[in-house]
């Protein structure tokens, strides 16, 4: 027998969420190069249907969808990608802390996270944008501190049981440092679950952003940001329906694309 | 009346045959054990039976339960009487248990969903409350099964597969891992059912259980029954060879070993006291270890043991009393085997960087390695797999070559070999004890064996039952 992969593979499924987000990702690099400007009015051409010169059409100031949705979803996926990484780090590095160390530790970051969590993410971020209207920062800043508390509740519990086991007592006695446990006994368990809390927190992050500019009190228009858009073509949606439908479609890539890739739940 | 009758009975996994032309019959009101070492094929046999093996595999021959027969891969047929019919009782019942869901419900539930005809809500939460009764589990109804000992778990188990009515059981593995009075108590419930108009299949490989459940025995050896016949007959007169390897490898058997003679102490413990919740586990005990000394500690389930035995290594902090161990060696100089030694090896990491990882920590070289599995007797190619991909014999053995690599002073083992089959039980406590004079290490056997511990150690300390909580 050769050496069996400690990790399940990929399934079906999950590659083809990859190839989504691939997608929606490579989307979000060509348009802004291509579509141009997108905050250059044309109100000689209002609302045209998809052609080879417009190939996602105008809105109704006449401004390049194409270039509108790019860089919609590039600002969607960069603040994705952005929140969860400064949610994950802290979120695992204090989990192992409480984990790890004294219950005081335990007690006190455990308290604050609690603290955090009673504090719905949404209205964490509406408070902060009442600090700066329409800028970019406060949904970065409100989602990473809404985030890290599923990152450390999580794996505070998985550390805590692990640290308690013989895998880790057999380490220790065999004279191995807190080091090596990490490596080797808590990052190979933790992986599988943060994959999936990561995907998830992008997938929140992506909702959020839309579901703020929606409701109006997220980024202020002309940014181009898929909820803001959604909002502004929403009137026009008897002329129009496919420009509506165009920033609802990138929305539901960059979600189904993430929720795929999170998987089915690992049953051992 | 004929509740099993298996006639020729196969199990291929693609080519190859794992379980070969087995026939067997089981009437009213008897019990039949096989008996057979961990990978002779008996759990499949009992899967097959039933109709559930594992995906890939594939069985043939036929299967005739209460008068009504099939082919082995009719399992449609056989699935309609599960439950309230025939029942498994699978091996680690708690498993087998729902954890999320409290005991009582659990038995409960089956009275009322399982059971033909079933019972009223009232009557079954009765019905199990009287059963929890009988089997000696009042206290624990409102537990979740996480809360339980192994022992309360097992017969939880068993009340649950009971409550369904079944009267064709089969068991796998019932007394695994468990101390001579769960063994016991086990056995008798298993009697019982056999007395009261039903019929038991046991699969087993403890020849103590097989013994005192009497009826028919058949001997296994690689998916073949090499033996048959009454209890008596087969263990007093064994004619296939295995089966005599089967009976002398019985702990029961084994003579008492030449003792080296003591060096200067290892390891002094003063006024060691331990509670746990309300019971005493032990108070006052005064321990001293000599380096090369083999020392015993035997009591049964819950009695604090393992405790002690960490307690010994410095992991479990004791209510009074104080541990002194050799200080002019490093800590990790004391070393400990577990019982369950998959739990003690990182799941994702194959064996060999396991055993690399001790080695480029010590500065070791891997000659080491290889010297220590030469001596072990096992193949290097193991070392490419996972942990969960060997046998637990195996597995135990990688684990002592791990702690040999640091020439420990003294090694603690915590029930090293209760899940093994006998066979590979007697190899594993002959390497371990060759081993450790070949080390010069001193030895703490955590053991509910007291025939393990009379063979292999000089002194034998034995823990009490919990005491009571005083009034």
């Known amino acids: 027998m050769t050496t069996s992969s400690a990790f399940k593979p990929m399934t079906r499924w999950q590659w083809a969420g990859l190839a989504i987000l691939a997608l929606t990702a490579l989307f979000s690099l060509v348009a802004p190069v291509v579509g141009g400007d997108p905050l250059v009015q044309d109100l000689d051409h209002v609302m045209v249907k998809p052609s080879a010169a417009s190939p996602l059409g105008t809105d109704h100031l006449g401004r390049s969808m194409l270039a509108r949705l790019g860089h919609a979803a590039r600002l969607s996926l960069l603040l994705a990608a952005l929140s969860v990484l400064t949610a994950a780090i802290p979120g695992v590095v204090l989990g192992v802390a409480a984990a790890w160390r004294s219950r005081w530790t335990d007690t006190m970051l455990s308290t604050i996270a609690d603290g955090v969590l009673a504090l719905p993410g949404l209205l964490l971020i ?47 006695l065999l004279g191995f440092g807190p080091a090596y446990i990490v490596r080797r006994h808590l990052l190979p368990e933790l992986f599988p679950l943060l994959r999936t809390l990561m995907t998830f927190g992008a997938a929140t992050s992506v909702l959020s952003l839309a579901a703020l500019g929606l409701v109006g009190v997220g980024l202020r228009p002309p940014t181009p940001e898929l909820g803001t858009m959604m909002i502004e073509l929403l009137p026009h949606y008897q002329e129009a329906p496919w420009l509506i439908a165009e920033p609802i479609l990138i929305l539901l890539f960059a979600v189904t694309g993430l929720a795929l890739v999170a998987g089915e739940r690992e049953f051992r | 009346m004929t509740f099993l009758d298996v006639r020729d009975l196969s199990v291929h996994a693609g080519t190859t045959a794992v379980v070969r032309d087995v026939s067997l019959r089981l009437e009213e009101s008897q019990t039949y054990t096989l008996l057979g070492e961990t990978g002779s094929g008996k759990s499949l046999l009992a899967q097959a039976i039933m109709g559930n093996l594992p995906a890939g595999l ?4 036929s299967i005739t339960v209460f008068g009504e027969s099939s082919t082995a891969d009719e399992t449609v047929k056989r699935r309609r009487l599960w439950g309230h019919s025939m029942a498994l009782l699978p091996q680690e019942p708690w498993l087998a248990l729902d954890p999320t869901m409290r005991v009582l419900s659990q038995v409960a539930e089956t009275y009322q969903r399982v059971r033909r005809p079933s019972e009223s809500r009232e009557s079954a939460r009765k019905r199990a409350t009287g059963d929890f009764l009988t089997l000696g589990l009042e206290g624990a109804e409102r537990k979740l099964p996480g809360a339980l000992s192994g022992g309360m778990a097992q017969r939880t188990a068993f009340a649950a597969v009971r409550s369904g009515g079944a009267r064709l059981l089969i068991v796998d593995e019932p007394t695994k891992g468990l101390d001579a009075g769960l063994r016991d108590s086990i056995v008798s419930m298993l009697k019982q059912v056999a007395a009261n108009d039903g019929a038991v299949l046991t699969i087993t490989h403890d020849v103590a259980a097989a013994r005192s459940l009497g009826g028919t025995i ?36 084994w003579g008492p070993r ?25 108070a006052n005990l005064d321990i001293e270890i000599a380096a090369d000394e083999r020392f015993a500690v035997i009591g049964p389930s819950g009695s604090g043991k393992t405790t002690l035995g960490g307690m010994l290594l410095g992991l479990v902090p004791p209510d009074s009393g104080s541990v002194w161990r050799r200080s002019d060696v490093p800590a990790w100089k004391f070393q400990k085997l577990y019982q369950d030694p998959i739990a003690a090896f990182a799941p994702r990491a194959s064996l060999r960087t396991s055993l690399r990882d001790v080695v480029s920590r010590h500065n070791l070289g891997w000659k080491e390695v290889e010297k220590w599995l030469d001596r072990t007797r096992l193949r290097a190619s193991l070392l490419d797999r996972l942990p969960d991909q060997v046998s637990s014999g195996e597995l135990q053995r990688i684990a002592l070559v791990r702690v040999l690599l640091l020439r420990p002073v003294l090694l603690v083992a915590d029930e090293p070999t209760s899940r093994l089959d006998p066979i590979t039980q007697q190899e594993t406590i002959e390497l371990l004890a060759e081993c450790l004079v070949d080390a010069g290490c001193a030895l703490v056997l955590v053991t509910h064996d007291p025939a393990i511990a009379g063979s292999l150690a000089s002194r034998v300390l034995t823990l009490n039952p919990p005491s009571p909580p005083a009034p």
């Not at chain 1, 970065?140 to 086991?165: H, P």
């Not at chain 2, 594939?58 to 021959?61: K, N």
């Open chain 1, 126 to 172: 509406v408070l902060l944008t009442a600090f700066a209207p329409g800028r970019f920062w406060p949904f970065y800043v409100g989602l990473s501190l809404a985030l890290w508390v599923e990152y450390f509740r999580v794996v505070r519990a998985s550390a805590q049981s692990l640290l308690r086991g013989p895998q880790v007592e057999a380490s220790r």
């Open chain 2, 258 to 282: 030449t003792q080296p003679p003591p060096l200067g102490p290892v390891l002094a413990a003063n006024g060691l006291s331990k509670r746990f919740g309300h019971h005493q586990l032990f």
């Open chain 2, 58 to 61: 594939r069985p043939s021959g």
């Open chain 2, 218 to 253: 058949g001997v296994m050896l690689d998916g073949e029954i090499v033996e048959q016949g009454p209890a008596a007959q087969v263990l007093a007169e064994p004619r296939h060879d295995y089966t005599r390897r089967l009976l002398a490898a019985d702990p029961q058997t």
